[in-house]
């Protein structure tokens, strides 16, 4: 789904680990505090856990990063940028010609285990991918990032977040409502056309706009179209030479979402994405979307 340059890329460093105990760390069913349910049989993993025998996020990242840093010494062109707060990625910056290229290096735990009780009302994908495809991903192991919870009161760095990146991949390759759709001797759909559309619209804007919206990311604009996917779930609701209709309808279901400020997380629907704290930003994103749809998307042009 790279649009534009394909200059910024995201690896997962999977660490399978023992059966965990999930704690929520805060109302969203998504960030929670990790420990292992027995003592971990890999005596490595002591020395990251917290005074309360939690897994600390903060400790593994940092690892992880003077690790990352040794070894890159010897790497011509190869840098580890500066910590981001907040950020779950160790950043590499690959300085080439004829252009740089950065590459997010994310920490994340893979457990043989069935996902939290906060997941069971979600991936609703029964009208569009099917019930034995949805049982299916939901047999998948867990995954949880290293991420700090912003709303955390103590903010020590101990949280971790669900993640689905494994899954959304696998909806995004096998989109169809029927098998074969995309597929070389199957009929072609325009599902990952708009979705690539509005990113880039959003990407156009953000670097018109960096500080008013900055709270907004990419991964809204991807949820809303898995949204929009089980919304419309045929592979007749999206063809090929109806783009522009669907883009439209898809971008209107966008904008609704940012000015009702309520954005369900794909995968944990208590979780919204659009709070009410971000109703500055969604309110502005909305105005320009507007703006683009009215004067024919002259950002398009620029």
Request: with cysteine; aromatic share 10%; net charge positive.
């Amino acid at each position: 789904l790279q649009i534009s340059e394909p200059n910024e890329f995201d690896i997962m460093l999977v660490m399978p680990v023992g059966r965990l105990e999930l704690k929520n760390s805060d109302d969203t069913g998504a960030y929670y505090y990790l420990k292992f349910k027995r003592n971990p049989l890999e005596r490595y993993f002591s020395r990251f856990l917290d005074e309360k025998e939690k897994l600390s996020a903060s400790k593994m990242l940092d690892a992880l990063r003077e690790i990352i840093k040794r070894e890159v010494r010897n790497i011509p062109d190869v840098t580890v940028k500066r910590k981001r707060r907040g950020s779950p990625a160790i950043t590499l910056l690959i300085t080439h010609p004829p252009a740089d290229i950065s590459v997010d290096i994310i920490l994340t735990l893979e457990a043989q285990q069935g996902w939290p009780s906060s997941t069971e009302d979600g991936l609703k994908i029964e009208q569009w991918l099917g019930r034995k495809v949805k049982r299916d991903y939901r047999l998948k192991p867990l995954y949880l990032v290293a991420k700090q919870n912003k709303k955390e009161k103590d903010l020590k760095g101990n949280t971790w977040r669900l993640s689905f990146s494994h899954i959304e991949k696998l909806m995004m390759t096998n989109h169809g409502n029927t098998k074969t759709c995309c597929e070389s001797d199957g009929v072609k759909c325009c599902r990952k056309a708009c979705l690539k559309l509005l990113k880039y619209l959003l990407e156009r804007l953000k670097m018109k706009y960096p500080e008013k919206l900055e709270k907004i990311c990419s991964y809204y604009v991807k949820t809303a179209f898995f949204h929009s996917c089980t919304k419309w779930p045929n592979d007749t609701d999206w063809p090929v030479g109806g783009l522009e209709h669907c883009f439209q309808r898809f971008l209107k279901h966008f904008l609704d979402c940012l000015q009702r400020s309520h954005l369900p997380h794909f995968f944990i629907p208590q979780y919204n994405l659009l709070g009410l704290e971000d109703k500055a930003s969604s309110d502005f994103l909305s105005r320009q979307i507007n703006y683009e749809w009215n004067n024919g998307f002259p950002i398009f042009q620029e």
